[in-house]
């Protein structure tokens, strides 16, 4: 019995193993096509920077010398043209094989400086530290900063406003390092494990976005900066089994709720060093975090102050030689303050949205229930409101070179979509849609700053529709005109349709002041075609999200192929 059973199996086997093994031929190259081609990768465009006033801008495009190395090409906003402006020959070191690969750049005004990212290294969350190399234009000459320090260990080099000198975080320090002779000078000597000077901790990153943390003053001659002590905040333990054959404990300060905070202060200190000058803010430094920070003038930084409950934020202005601060603006609301994390903190430039020459700035709050932008006065006095009532302003695109019009990102009618809209700052209230009507879906933008107005590189995502990029130039308040830089492919072989969600519910939120809000669901009809985030459970069915902005991060958008895997 036991014999005729054991042949049975093994005629069994072998007669199905052709079928197994072409099964398991097929599942490889499957996951060769997803993970080692770029098949069902998704177009990449930039990074990209406006030059000479919005009247042009920079991007990445594969080399005609070498298909593996990338030129930096200019095109002219207004007609097109298309010009190589810095070569793949230009950015090989002397003795190297290989031209730099360019993971990002940066201009000095004049576009005669070029400084390079390159090499870089994951802290934290992403990929910060690096390599920087600045290329002189004029001569041709190519050279590595940080004198003798190791590979890949810069973090953040920006130009001075003149652009004679580049700053950057060394070793949780801050340096500046002379173009024209190469000195390098320490601005802060006490950085270690636990002090980070200029540069960001787990929590600052991870929670409030902050990751470039040093601003130049307008004049070039100080610096403002963060430093975060972490002395006394708990270690938290996770196991790296991806570094080495056998698996790496590791260790880095975490605080969980309830425990000791990093200790957070801004400093401010001159381009010939000495001893910084800090800024006298209220507060336990270990139960309030400094969330903004940006140079109002040469005289004066304004820092933005958010209790640990998060349900104040206090906006002080310091004096930057004798650290003294005084209290400009309050928000609070009986839940919590709306903090954007999109932007600000991590911008490179600024942490806040000037207005007339830097004499106010923009907020936006949900003081009245809705999130609406606001315009607050350095001089004190209560906020006005810009952006109309009865609707959300999910982000501040920009704002134009005289101030009189702030660029925000809305949808009144369908909160998983982006539109831009504007309003004007002298006509509070009012709004006016600069998406056309036709284009339905989620759309980002990058303002230039130019007399005109401005010129907009849109990232357009509609459904289920291949990503484009365009340049459009706002002529008037009901033209635009368009051109199309680049569009995500759609693989032949996809077959989109599969990926229907029918069962998906939306939340459709009602506002309730002073704590959670209560939503509602709807079912959309069976042809909405939009990849759903919300997760149920069982047995009681209901739609569970985190975060408090978590309705605002559902939006109807095409996701390139490779990141559904």
Not at 221 to 231: P, R, T, V
Not at 342 to 357: C, H, N
Not at 474 to 492: G, L
């Amino acid at each position: 019995m036991h014999r005729r059973l054991a042949c049975a199996l093994t005629f069994a086997l072998l007669c199905g193993f052709p079928s197994l093994v072409a099964a398991s031929d097929e599942l490889h190259q499957r996951l060769i096509r997803i993970f080692q081609s770029d098949a069902l990768s998704g177009k990449r465009f930039g990074p990209a920077r406006w030059i000479r006033g919005g009247a042009a801008f920079t991007t990445l495009e594969p080399s005609a010398a070498d298909a593996t190395a990338e030129d930096i090409v200019e095109y002219d906003t207004a007609s097109g043209k298309r010009s190589v402006l810095v070569s793949a020959t230009q950015l090989t070191p002397k003795d190297a094989k290989k031209p730099l690969r360019i993971e990002d750049y940066q201009w000095d005004q004049g576009l005669n400086r070029l400084l390079v990212f390159t090499e870089s290294k994951r802290t934290w969350r992403t990929n910060t530290r690096g390599d920087h190399w600045l290329l002189e234009r004029a001569s041709g000459s190519l050279k590595k900063l940080g004198g003798d320090a190791s590979a890949s260990s810069l973090m953040f080099a920006k130009f001075s406003p003149d652009g004679s000198l580049l700053a950057y975080v060394r070793a949780n320090n801050l340096y500046v390092e002379d173009i024209a002779t190469g000195a390098i000078r320490a601005l802060t000597s006490d950085g270690s494990e636990t002090l980070v000077n200029g540069a960001s901790d787990w929590v600052y990153e991870e929670e409030l976005n902050l990751r470039d943390a040093f601003r130049w003053s307008p004049d070039g001659k100080n610096i403002a900066f963060w430093q975060l002590d972490e002395s006394g905040v708990e270690q938290y333990t996770i196991v790296n089994n991806t570094k080495s054959l056998y698996p790496e404990l590791v260790k880095f300060p975490y605080p969980k709720a309830g425990t000791k905070n990093p200790s957070v202060r801004v400093g401010v200190v001159g381009i010939a060093g000495g001893q910084p000058q800090w800024m006298q803010i209220p507060g336990d430094p270990r139960e309030n975090y400094l969330f903004r920070m940006d140079w109002a003038d040469e005289r004066s930084v304004a820092v933005a102050q958010l209790n640990r409950r998060q349900n104040v934020a206090t906006f002080y202005l310091g004096d930057a030689s004798s650290g003294a601060a005084k209290v400009i603006f309050r928000d609070q609301d009986d839940a919590w303050v709306f903090v954007p994390e999109g932007e600000g903190a991590a911008r490179e430039t600024q942490s806040f949205d000037w207005l007339k020459g830097r004499q106010s700035f923009l907020w936006l709050s949900e003081r009245d229930g809705w999130r609406r932008a606001y315009t607050v006065s350095l001089n004190g006095g209560d906020p006005v409101a810009v952006t109309p009532a009865a609707s959300d302003a999910m982000e501040v695109a920009g704002v134009d070179p005289e101030g009189r019009w702030i660029y925000y990102i809305a949808s009144p009618e369908n909160a998983t979509e982006r539109y831009l809209y504007r309003s004007r700052t002298d006509r509070p209230g009012t709004g006016e849609r600069i998406t056309p009507a036709g284009q339905r879906g989620t759309h980002q933008y990058d303002l230039s700053r130019i007399a005109g107005g401005p010129s907009i590189p849109i990232r357009h995502s509609t459904g289920f529709r291949p990503r484009t990029w365009s340049a459009c130039r706002k002529k008037r308040a009901s033209a635009c005109w368009r051109r199309t830089i680049c569009c995500d492919p759609m693989p032949p072989d996809c077959s989109i349709r599969r990926w229907s969600f029918s069962s998906c519910r939306w939340l459709r939120e009602s506002r309730s002041m002073g704590g959670c809000s209560s939503r509602g669901t709807s079912t959309p009809r069976r042809s909405t075609r939009y990849w759903c985030t919300f997760m149920e459970s069982r047995p009681a069915p209901r739609w569970t999200i985190s975060g408090a902005d978590a309705p605002g991060s559902s939006t109807a958008r095409w996701l390139p192929m490779d990141t559904w895997w």
